[in-house]
């Protein structure tokens, strides 16, 4: 499968923005969506995950309550919606897929990565 993440730039703290990874090549609802992301300097982390049918998600402890995952199967699309935004949540946001929930919540579990979309959060 294909992605394509989009949706970033550059927003002021409190601020919110919304994400979009587009899927193409093979049937979307067949694999799990994770969204990380990577500051500079830092390593590449986990930020939310949803399951196949978008029954389940789940989020770092950094981003619970203030952002939210979501899938529409149907437009072959995954979002992250990003509200109360921090200096901190600065980075290249990447999104990633994989059949299995729980290997989407993991750097290593990743089959099929998308190429990054900048944030900046400014203070």
């Known amino acids: 499968v294909q992605l394509q993440a989009s949706g970033g730039g550059l927003v002021q703290a409190g601020g919110s923005l919304r994400l979009s990874c587009a899927a193409s090549?093979?049937?979307?609802?067949?694999?799990?969506v994770g969204w990380f992301r990577q500051a500079p300097g830092k390593e590449r982390e986990f930020v939310a995950a949803?399951?196949?049918?978008?029954?389940?998600?789940f989020y770092a402890d950094s981003v619970k309550g203030r952002f939210t995952i979501s899938r529409d199967n149907a437009r072959n699309t995954a979002y992250l919606q990003m509200n109360s935004l921090k200096p901190e949540d600065t980075g290249v946001y990447y999104c990633?897929?994989?059949?299995?929930?729980?290997?989407?919540?993991?750097?290593?579990?990743?089959?099929?990565w998308g190429q990054g979309t900048q944030v900046t959060v400014s203070s």
């Open positions: 990633g897929a994989n059949r299995a929930f729980i290997r989407a919540t993991l750097t290593s579990g990743i089959d099929y």
């Open positions: 090549g093979r049937t979307f609802s067949n694999y799990a």
């Open positions: 949803i399951s196949l049918g978008g029954g389940n998600t």
